[in-house]
Antibody, heavy 114, light 113 residues
């Protein structure tokens, strides 16, 4: 059974940093690209980053480019999202999902507030 | 960026009725190399993460009931839910995965009368 479990969310102050993790199981993680998607409270879905299976290519939404970094460790079946210079508008539920969005994790909440 | 315009934003129907949700993209999602439309539909129930219903515009994900039907090509797409059931209460999103940034429609909230 495919499982994706995000962690690392929390309440942080504007300007601070946070690193999210997504642990994968039930499939060969190293064969698949992975995405991060976020959803602000009561709002729609926003794709924010994609990483290829071998980390050879990374793509970002303009809203996070230069502040967020997607990475992965295939030996640990884990996907990461390093978030710097956090702003109030980054407050959202953050989901990881497989390359073609066929499986999603339950999400981890990030709140940026003073 | 490809803009996805979804309508209506909400609708309320009685159980057993048929529902149609529309999604229009600002550019064609049909890739000539494989003749596939890079369009997906998702269902998000309250308090849950999104669930993939339809990919390649019309292919149902495994386990999705056959009352969910995706259609369309190019820039105009439709999700039809026939014989709506109470459990279909959710927000439905379309999404293009033709090119980054992958973009979603604004969602359609389905309520059951």
């Amino acid at each position: 059974e495919v499982q994706l479990v995000e962690s690392g969310g929390g309440l942080v102050q504007p300007g601070s940093s946070l690193k999210l993790s997504c642990v994968a199981s039930g499939f060969t993680f190293s064969n698949y690209g992975m995405n991060w998607i976020r959803q602000a409270p009561k709002k729609g879905l926003e794709w924010i980053a994609l990483i290829y299976y071998d980390s050879s290519n990374k793509y970002y939404a303009d809203s996070v480019k230069g502040r967020f970094t997607i990475s992965r460790d295939n030996s640990k079946n884990t996907l990461y999202l390093e978030m710097n210079s956090l702003r109030s508008e980054d407050t959202a539920m953050y989901y990881c999902a497989k390359r073609y969005f066929d499986f999603w994790g339950p999400g981890t909440m990030v709140t940026v507030s003073s | 960026d490809i803009v996805m315009t979804q309508s209506p934003s909400s609708l309320a129907v009685s159980a057993g009725e048929t529902v149609t949700i529309n999604c229009k993209s600002s550019q064609s999602l049909l890739y000539s190399g494989n003749q596939k439309n890079y369009l997906a539909w998702y269902q998000q129930k309250p308090g849950q993460s999104p669930k993939l219903l339809i990919y390649w515009a019309s292919t149902r994900q495994s386990g999705v009931p056959d009352r969910f039907i995706g259609s369309g090509s190019g820039t105009d797409f439709t999700l039809t839910i026939s014989s709506v059931q109470a459990e279909d209460l959710a927000i439905y999103y379309c999404q293009q995965y033709y090119d980054t940034p992958f973009t979603f429609g604004s969602g359609t909230k389905l309520e059951i009368k």
